[in-house]
């Protein structure tokens, strides 16, 4: 067996030393960091970006299909983490179509067209695969 001698001394004010001494090795623990440099999260949130777009679309009310062809999403990675973003680009004079659909609109003679809530229901199961197949990845290790 592979035997490691290593110290760590660290003196403070009072020049009372700590010292950490160490006999082994360090084969599993240099084994789990490795195999976390492996792991790589964007490739679930690529799986799940792509569904999330299908669940989105087959749920967007249908007149055209314009808006409902419309949706894709994006991972950037910023900082330590990673973001998803679903984005739909049918927009009509400024307005987001999608958007509206979901939290409903004035007209232009003073009626109101409520919303219908289909973009919550159809992304929480993607969110939930998500979340269980990311805890699955990351306990494996």
Request: net charge negative; aromatic share 10%.
């Amino acid at each position: 067996m592979l035997q490691e001698d290593r110290r760590c001394t660290q003196r403070d004010d009072s020049d009372m030393a700590i010292t950490f001494k160490h006999h082994g090795s360090f084969k599993n623990t240099e084994r789990l960091f490795q195999k976390l440099n492996r792991f790589e999260i964007s490739s679930v949130l690529n799986k799940y970006g792509a569904l999330g777009v299908e669940a989105l679309s087959t749920a967007t009310p249908v007149d055209s299909g314009t808006t409902s062809g419309s949706w894709s999403y994006e991972v950037e990675r910023s900082g330590g983490g990673y973001t998803i973003f679903w984005t739909n680009s049918n927009v009509n004079q400024g307005v987001n179509i999608a958007l509206i659909l979901q939290l409903g609109h004035g007209t232009g003679t003073g009626g109101y067209v409520a919303g219908r809530d289909y973009i919550n229901p159809a992304i929480q199961p993607i969110f939930d695969a998500m979340a269980e197949e990311a805890w699955q990845e990351v306990t494996k290790v």
